[in-house]
Every structure is written in C-alpha cells, then in structure tokens.
C-alpha cells in the first residue's frame, strides 16, 4: 500500500466537478445505469478457469481461522457521521459457498479469506487483529506493556481493534508502536492506539526504518492528484460491494474510511540487522529498503520463533509497479530480502506472519513459502529482462510470459494485487523505459487526434460500432474495449461507443482474477455510461501528515503546482525564514521555474519569516497569508506585493478529471 498524497490540492474530492460535467460533451443518463449481467462468454471463461487450481485445497482456511478468539458482529466500527468507518457487513454476499458468475472464481476464494475477521493468537504473547481494516494489527504482549505494530489506516479502526483485544486480553497500556514501513494503512491509525502527548513525554516510544518520514510521503506528493485519482480505479472505492461490484483489493478488504494520523518515530532502525530488547521482548530488526516501500523492514521474534515479512511476503503476488502509479520496484532485490530472511530465520520459525493475509504455520511449509515468492520475484525479473535482450516489447513479454508449472498453482503466486502482465511490464519500463524503439512509436499523435483519424480510417464511428458488436458476441472483450475507446475519444457525446466501450469493460472485470484489475474494469465501465461522479469533499491532508512533509518538499510541491505560462517571463525572489527549525530558503522563479536552496539572498524582493506550523495552517486553508499577517503569525518584509504574485500564478488540480475519456 501506498501514502495518499498529503496536500489539499493533491488529494481532495470535486468540488469543481458539477462544473466540469457541464463541460462533459454527452448526456449524462438522468438515473446512474446499472451494472449488467455476465455474458456467455464471462460464464464459460469463469467455469473453465475454476478447472484450472486446486480449490480442494483448503489449508489457507485453516490457517486463516487457527487462534481465533472473538470479534464484534460485522467487525463494525462506527464513523464521525452515518457512514461506518468500516463494516464487513456489506460483504456478507461471500458467505455463498460458490463463486457468483460475475466473479473469477480465484477472486471469489481470496475475497472470503479476505473476510474472515476478528483477533488471533498467533502464538503465546503475539496476536493479530485482521479484518478490521485492509491491513493487520500485530500486538505483542511486553513484560509490562504493549507492543503495536502497524496501527492500521484509520484512528477509528486502530482504536476498535485495540478495543477488542482488550475485551479478551489483559489491559497492559501500549508502550511501543512499531511502523513496518511508510505507506499509511501501516501507520495511520496511530492516534487511535496511543497518545502524542504521551509520545513527546517518554512515556511511549515510536520505531520506524531509516528514512520513514522522508519517504512516507515523498512517493506520492509531487504526483498525489494524479495517484489519488487512480487509486480510485485500483481500490475500486467509488464502487458499492457486490457480486457485479467491488469484492476485494487482493491484499485486504478495502481501505477503511476515516481519520489518518501520523506521530514521528523517537527511534529508527539505521543498521541492516539491528537487535533490540523491548519491554522483555527480543526483537531482530532486518532493513529492506527499496522491495515494497522504499524504507521498509521485517523482523524476527526469536523467543517466540515467529518471522514478520510486513509487506514482503503476503499471500498473493504483489505489485513491482503498482497501477495507481508509483516508481518501479526492483523485482530482484525483493527477492534477494527474501531470501537473506529465509537464511537468517527460516529453520528458526514457527510461525510466519505479515502485515497482510493470514500466518502460515509449520518450519517446512514456512521455507516452501519464502522460496517460492523469492523464485517469483526473481522469476518476472529475470525472465522479462531475458525477453527485451530478445527485442520483445513491453506488450509482447506481457502476453508471452507464463508462469513455471510449479508457481502457477501455488495461491500464494496468484496475481490477485499485482499480476504477471503488468509486472512484467514493469521490468522493461524499469530497464528500457517507455519506448519501445520503434521510431514510429518515437513521436505518435496525441490520443484525441490518433483516435479521429483511427475511426476515420475504419470507415467512421458507426462501422466501427457494428464490427465492435459482432466482436462483443464473441465474447472480444480486449479489443472491444480497445476499439471502443478510440470512438470515445474521437467523439465522447457517442452514447453508443460509450456503453458498448463499459459492456466490454465489464465483462472483462468479471474475468479478472486481480481484485485491482477487477476495480479498475468497474470504475471505467461505470464512468463510461455515467460519467464522472459527484463525490463530497475528503482526503487524508491534516496537522499529522503535514508534519510529514519536509520544507524541501514543501517547495518542490510549489514547483510542481508553477503555471508556466503565467509565470512567463516573470523573475522573483523571495527568502523563507522558519522561526522554529531555523531553516532558511531562498525561493527563486526564472524561466518559467521555481527552484529553491538553502540559505538566503540579501537583495531578495520579499523577506517571509514564519513558523511550519502557520504555513500548515495556510496550507490546509484554516488561515491565509494576509490574516496570519494581521495576526502577527507571519512578517513579510520588502515588497510584499511579490508573495501574492506567486500565490496567484500556482494551478490548482481537479481531483476528479476523466480518466475513460479525454479532458473537455
């Protein structure tokens, strides 16, 4: 999982969407169109794959359910307002023992593992809470405290989780939170389990891997709007649960919806291996910075002789890219973590658990998992480097790799969160980049003038559509969908090419055995016949994470949100004084850039002296430049004129800009 960018203007819902669907060249439908049933095709594709594993095998059930102790009906946890922060209540259609139609009968098995919610006794004195949020609560029992690791995304479900562990376990206060890694299902729910007070007095401490806070929001911030906006397709979270809806992420249920905190570490992990005894508990501390986060680390209980993969080994294969958008993950490093975990820990441990999924028990079934997703790793990496050498293309590895016999029906290698296809692209994009070297391919068309003269060429968008239909039928959903996109962005007021273009769309989410994949093919089918939505405002941008967002990001962020054309042939320079960390920058815009460095510039235009904590305040719009200068909280001196010219020149972004179609 990744941080939601932390910025207001990165990361909140349209409130310029009415306007920008006035701007929509099609009529919306007066009533949202519903999802349709499976065709023929879907049908026979689901019931042929459902031949292809071995559902007999149910030992990931069992696995899932061992040291069950209690949960709370639905795993319900009441929200700031109606809305539940979360409730599993909505997927109660999973308890049908056979897969829906519209499902791919692999998904279906991974949604119902997904489900199964509630606390569990990992082994004496380390327990989990799962299904309370997509991710898991570990907590391990101190000789006088607790030690929290991984507080889940929200408050509101860390503090439920906590709950029901005291309902069936002795109330010892929590002493220590452990984050695993920097993505915010992993640390957001932190003010829900202890208090910052009690934080900044010693009484509890907070541990994270070298490099947490710098990277818990620098992989997202500077593109966060864009991410933001595609998460919704690969979470799938603009869609109700259901059969013909959202059943699983692949990696957990779904995110949770509520208030995302942050408190800084008092202690990082720095070394590769690091010992530390906590609270008279050993812990074995193994840094593995750049596999699914960029500061990232495992660890090992030795008296317990239970292993922590965080987010490295889970029951699924997860993603070397992830489709929201994020930097490629080196596919053989991952592997390389993996295995030094198995050398160092395998034959010690009895039990593996991560901070997703469910424990898999047993010394020999605990070193058959780790080498088998070490050799998948390893395996999409090699092999896809083995094919570009080959002068294959991104798209022909994609279509070409197979997974070896001995991998394909393991569950663990299912692609339910990342998939072989775009994995494997994500190794050529790594090593080769975008182009594919065909310099045809060097310098194409924009798509809305690619489509035109595409549909042009076909004999115009009605032959299209009548060839399209006939290909539908035979269940062609890839190139439907592909072909339909081309009329629609030539064109998007053609109703028909929309809805037959979300048919396709659709029938492919259907087969899809990636919860991500599934999500994505839903969002874009629903969009297509409805257009974008209307949602309210929200996003995880408050005091907390701001503090995550160093003054160097902060200013690259503005140069990222730079209107260049209205900064066109404009120069200024402006000096920030920070009362409180002492820092000092000199902000500088020229060429139509905005760069800064440390320190200052005597003939500046303007001189701005503030504490972060008043530019949060402006930032997240509780304060404006001028009121904190009426309030003495801000002192500009030289031309104050030139602060506002800058303000006035930075874009603001559309949270909701289409994704299916082109932009008005």
């Not at 291996?273 to 508990?281: A, H, K, L, M, S």
């Not at 994609?398 to 692609?415: D, K, N, V």
Request: aromatic content about 8%; charged content about 20%.
């Amino acid at each position: 999982m990744h941080l939601l960018p932390v910025l207001p203007r990165a990361h909140r819902a349209a409130a310029a969407c009415a306007a920008l669907a006035c701007a929509m060249a099609f009529a919306q439908p007066a009533t949202p169109l519903a999802p349709k049933p499976p065709e023929p095709a879907t049908l026979a594709a689901n019931a042929e794959f459902a031949k292809t594993l071995p559902f007999a095998d149910r030992r990931d059930f069992e696995d899932a359910m061992r040291g069950f102790i209690g949960t709370v009906p639905d795993a319900l946890v009441p929200g700031a307002g109606e809305r539940p922060a979360w409730s599993m209540k909505p997927y109660g259609f999973l308890q049908a023992d056979a897969p829906a139609d519209s499902v791919n009968p692999s998904l279906w098995r991974q949604a119902q593992l997904n489900a199964i919610h509630g606390l569990f006794r990992v082994t004496d004195r380390v327990y989990q809470v799962r299904g309370f949020d997509i991710a898991n609560m570990t907590i391990v029992e101190g000789d006088s405290t607790l030690i929290v690791i991984d507080p889940l995304l929200a408050a509101e479900t860390a503090r439920a989780a906590l709950a029901l562990y005291y309902q069936h376990r002795p109330r010892k206060p929590v002493g220590t939170v452990v984050y695993t890694h920097g993505h915010a299902d992993h640390f957001g729910g932190v003010k829900g389990v202890v208090d910052e007070a009690d934080v900044a007095a010693g009484k509890v401490q907070v541990i994270a891997p070298s490099g947490f806070m710098e990277t818990a929001v620098a992989e997202n911030i500077l593109a966060g709007n864009a991410i933001s906006r595609r998460s919704q397709y690969q979470f799938g979270s603009l869609l109700p649960p259901g059969v013909r809806g959202q059943v699983d992420t692949g990696l957990g249920k779904a995110l949770a919806r509520g208030t995302v905190t942050l408190i800084a570490p008092t202690a990082t992990i720095d070394k590769p291996t690091e010992e530390r005894t906590i609270d008279g508990v050993q812990f074995v501390f193994q840094l593995v910075p750049g596999s699914e986060a960029p500061s990232e680390m495992l660890m090992y209980l030795p008296q317990f002789r239970v292993l922590n993969m965080a987010e490295d080994v889970t029951h699924t294969m997860h993603n070397l890219y992830t489709i929201r958008g994020a930097e490629v993950r080196d596919g053989s490093l991952w592997s390389k973590y993996i295995d030094q975990a198995r050398v160092a820990f395998g034959d010690r441990t009895d039990v593996l658990i991560a901070q997703h999924h469910w424990p898999t028990t047993g010394r020999e079934r605990i070193v058959e998992l780790l080498k088998k997703q070490r050799d998948m790793y390893k395996f999409i990496n090699d092999q896809s480097l083995r094919l570009l050498n080959h002068g294959y293309t991104a798209a022909d590895i994609a279509e070409t790799l197979r997974m070896p016999a001995s991998l394909e029906q393991e569950w663990s290698a299912r692609g339910y969160y990342g998939t072989l296809r775009h994995n494997a692209k994500a190794v050529y994009q790594k090593y080769l980049g975008w182009h594919d070297a065909d310099p045809a391919n060097l310098n194409p068309l924009p798509p809305v003038a690619q489509a035109r003269k595409t549909v042009e060429y076909m004999g115009g968008a009605e032959a299209v559509i009548a060839r399209a239909r006939g290909d539908f039928a035979r269940g062609e959903y890839r190139w439907v969908a592909s072909a339909m996109s081309q009329v629609v962005y030539a064109d998007p007021s053609n109703r028909a090419a929309r809805e037959l273009g979300a048919d396709a769309l659709e029938q492919l989410g259907y087969q899809s055995e990636a919860g991500t994949w599934r999500s994505a093919y839903l969002v874009g089918a629903m969009e297509l016949r409805n257009g974008v939505p209307k949602i309210p405002s929200g996003g995880t941008a408050n005091a907390d994470t701001l503090k995550a967002v160093s003054n160097d990001l902060f200013f690259d962020y503005l140069g990222v949100r730079l209107d260049a054309a209205k900064a066109e042939g404009k120069r200024l320079v402006i000096d920030w004084n920070f009362t409180d960390s002492k820092q000092q920058f000199v902000l500088t815009l020229e060429n139509s850039a905005l760069t800064h460095i440390a320190g200052r510039q005597p003939d500046a235009d303007a001189t701005v002296t503030l504490s972060r904590a008043t530019l949060d305040a402006v930032t997240l719009k509780q304060t404006s430049f001028p009121a904190a200068v009426l309030a003495g909280q801000v002192r500009i001196e030289g031309d104050r004129a030139k602060l506002a010219e800058l303000m006035a020149m930075l874009d603001s972004f559309e949270p909701m800009f289409p994704v299916v179609e082109p932009r008005p």
